[in-house]
């Protein structure tokens, strides 16, 4: 599983056309993130701040790294 889609998917718990609208950004960009992509830094910002907004508890290295209990 993908960093991003690990956040869409366990975090946000919304499809892909719900996470493109929290980031300000299209489905397949969303998709081509999951892809392998990586988000630019105002879109990582985008995402935290969609978290904020939700009172969403956030980890920045999620980003980076799919926690090893949803890694399988």
Known sequence: MSAIRHIR?????V????FATLAGVTQ???SRWEAGGSPSLDEMQA??????ERDIEWNDAWFFEVPSETAA
């Open 28 to 30: 397949a960009t969303v």
């Open 15 to 18: 499809n892909q056309t719900g």
């Open 9 to 13: 998917t366990n975090v946000f718990k």
């Open 47 to 52: 995402i935290r701040k969609a978290a904020a």
